[in-house]
């Protein structure tokens, strides 16, 4: 969690009315951008969230504005022309007091704030089938709301971000200038598997090349701590964090999402805790996404949804190690090894997920198949 800095108390003061005393409270467990809660104190008001984009993860942090000003704007539309019983509920971006939608700081950092969605709360572990349906509903709900949105209207915030060949690249370079590392079990793990499969890196990249998969407004992040849930009931109410929203493969999202939901130990596990690919999860989230999004055919093609599935682990093992090895400046860590250890749970993952290949397959054929 990021520490309270005199700059986001002060700058917590541009977002709050006049007169209020806001109070900043460290929030969540993203690994980019520091997050903070802020309490806006006596009369209560609505509490806001505060955050500083990373400049690292995102170079050019106004193009991210521009982009979920669009994105809000056009789900809100939508869900006034189409109200439902149950629908998804998104946080509002809140300009400060004098109207402006963000503020730099002395270093260049942009901070911005959203309104704070009461009686919700995140999970860092899935549990189950429960938690899997309500995630598969919200992810498919999201999908379904912008899935009529024109990508052109959205700018690329992080070019080649599921690019899994340039993250290789990335890695080799990383590998080279580190020069010989102590070679421990985990790290001799991860080199070895990830040499041995470097030629299915590029399935889905040569595929969205040849135009064989349509390309959509994504999320790029829906791993299970991006939802809120009801705090009584644990519906699914949202799934935020829209920073990495932008054109791309439904395949990367559903498949990221699985990654996340179906491991019950974790990011980072402990060390007698397993790494399993959880098929029951799996088929739950599945069903409730394809429900929510009312249409398969852009997964016509279920070999692709495989391969991002098997995919999506690997790449973001890939990206851990290689943060590692630069010295881990990228994802925010809590221990020196923290992103060794990220990196080998996802290439457990991806193997997992290797010896599941018939079943996942075999679910995806089916669910498919079936009438929406
Ligand atoms: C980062 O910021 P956060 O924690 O929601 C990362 C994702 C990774 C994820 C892994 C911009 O997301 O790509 O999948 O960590 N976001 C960025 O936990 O790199
Ligand atoms: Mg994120």
Same mark, same amino acid.
């Given at each position: ?65 521009? &982009? ?10 939508? =869900? ?61 709900? /999201?999908? !379904? ?10 700018? %690329? ?63 790029? %992040? ?6 809120? /849930? ?9 799934? #935020? ?9 439904? =395949? ?14 974790? *990011?980072?596990?402990?060390? &007698? ?7 029951? #999860?799996?088929?739950?989230?599945? =069903? ?45 860590? *809590?221990?020196?090894? =923290?992103?060794?250890?990220?990196? !080998? ?28």
């Amino acid at each position: 969690m990021p520490t309270v800095t005199a700059t986001a108390r002060e700058i917590a003061c541009a977002f709050a009315p006049h007169g209020a005393e806001p109070a900043v409270h460290p929030h969540g467990n993203g690994l980019i951008n520091d997050t903070y809660l802020v309490d806006l104190g006596n009369p209560p008001r609505p509490r806001l969230i505060l955050q500083r984009i990373n400049r690292r993860a995102f170079p050019e942090p106004e193009l991210i504005m521009a &982009n979920l000003h669009t994105l809000l704007e056009h789900i809100r539309v939508r =869900q006034r022309r189409e109200p439902r019983a149950r629908d998804l509920r998104f946080p509002e971006l809140v300009p400060t007091r004098d109207g402006r939608a963000f503020v730099l700081d002395a270093e260049g950092g942009l901070w911005r704030a959203l309104s704070y969605l009461e009686n919700t709360r995140t999970f860092e572990k899935p549990d189950g089938p429960p938690r899997a349906a309500e995630t598969g509903f919200a992810l498919g709900r /999201f999908h !379904a709301l912008v899935g009529d949105l024109d990508t052109r209207r959205l700018r %690329d915030t992080r070019p080649d971000f599921h690019n899994t060949p340039r993250h290789l690249e990335r890695f080799d370079r990383a590998r080279a200038a580190a020069g010989p590392h102590p070679e421990s079990e985990e790290l001799g793990f991860c080199l070895s598997f990830i040499g041995a499969r470097r030629r299915l890196a590029g399935e889905l990249e040569t595929a969205r090349l040849k135009g064989r998969l349509p390309v959509r407004v994504i999320h790029g %992040d829906p791993k299970l701590n991006n939802f809120l /849930f009801d705090e009584a009931d644990e519906h699914a109410v949202s799934l #935020i964090d829209l920073d990495t929203a932008k054109p791309g493969l439904l =395949q990367h999202d559903v498949a990221d999402c699985l990654r996340s939901c179906c491991n019950r130990a974790g *990011e980072s596990p402990g060390s &007698n805790e397993a790494v399993r690919f959880d098929l029951e #999860i799996c088929r739950t989230l599945l =069903q409730h996404y394809f429900i929510a999004l009312g249409d398969r055919t852009p997964f016509a093609d279920g070999d692709l949804l495989y391969a991002a599935i098997r995919l999506i682990p690997f790449e973001l093992g890939v990206r851990f190690l290689t943060d590692y090895l630069e010295g881990s400046k990228y994802f925010r860590i *809590e221990y020196p090894e =923290q992103n060794l250890v990220r990196a !080998a749970t996802q290439l457990r993952l991806s193997a997992e997920i290797e010896l599941s290949e018939k079943e996942i397959k075999g679910m995806i054929e089916e669910l498919v198949r079936r009438e929406a």
